[in-house]
């Protein structure tokens, strides 16, 4: 039996979207394909759960947009990237 991997960020826990985020159909208010979360976008960690085939960490993060999405941890990150400006280092 394949054991659950432990989450690496938490309840509570501010993260960023590494990539815009589709609904893949099981958003009910918006269009199959349509942008929920553009990459970027700040959000909190409100529930951590499991994907129960994968046994892999699923968070549910409530986005500045007032959307609630079901993320994982490929899509999340906890620090906000630095932007990077031409000439400046």
């Known amino acids: 039996m394949i054991e659950p991997r432990a989450p690496i960020y938490q309840w509570g826990q501010r993260v960023w979207t590494e990539t815009d985020l589709l609904n893949d159909g099981s958003y009910p208010d918006r269009e199959p394909g349509a942008l929920l979360v553009a990459a970027g976008s700040e959000g909190e ?5 499991y994907h129960e085939e994968a046994k892999i960490p699923v968070y549910l993060v409530e986005f500045q947009n ?7 941890e490929e899509e999340l990150r906890a620090e906000k990237a630095r932007e990077q400006v031409a000439g400046i280092l």
């Open 66 to 72: 007032g959307c609630v999405v079901g993320c994982f």
């Open 45 to 49: 960690i409100v529930q951590v759960g």
